[in-house]
Nanobody, 123 residues
Framework: VQLQAFGGGLVQAGGSLRLSCAPS????????MGWFRQAPGKEREFVAA????????SYADSVKGRFTISTDRAKNTVYLQMNRLKPEDTAVYYC?????????????????WGQGTLVTVSS
């Protein structure tokens, strides 16, 4: 499975960005897509995950109420809508693929990764 993430950029605190990721290849019909981020000098951390059906989602506490993960199966794309961004949201954001129909939060549970897209939030 190949992944490409798009949508990063520079935004002021309080602003919004939408990231997108389109998995391609043999994904199967029941899988999970996740978003992670990694700030300089820090470990990669879980942000959000969604079952491809869209039936279930999971969020890190730090982004609950501000970020929304969703899928558009017609476009074969997963989105991460990020609102009320804070400087501490600055990181490289990665989309990831898990072939099982669960909502794992650990990076090791994801098999395929996109190249990452940089989000910078200025204060």
């Amino acid at each position: 499975v190949q992944l490409q993430a798009f949508g990063g950029g520079l935004v002021q605190a309080g602003g919004s960005l939408r990231l997108s990721c389109a998995p391609s290849g043999r994904t199967g019909s029941s899988y999970t897509m996740g978003w992670f981020r990694q700030a300089p000098g820090k470990e990669r951390e879980f942000v959000a995950a969604i079952r491809w059906s869209g039936s279930s989602t999971s969020y890190a506490d730090s982004v609950k109420g501000r970020f929304t993960i969703s899928t558009d199966r017609a476009k074969n794309t997963v989105y991460l809508q990020m609102n009320r961004l804070k400087p501490e949201d600055t990181a490289v954001y990665y989309c990831a693929f898990n072939p099982a129909n669960r909502l794992p939060t650990m990076p090791d549970n994801y098999r395929n990764w996109g190249q990452g897209t940089l989000v910078t939030v200025s204060s």
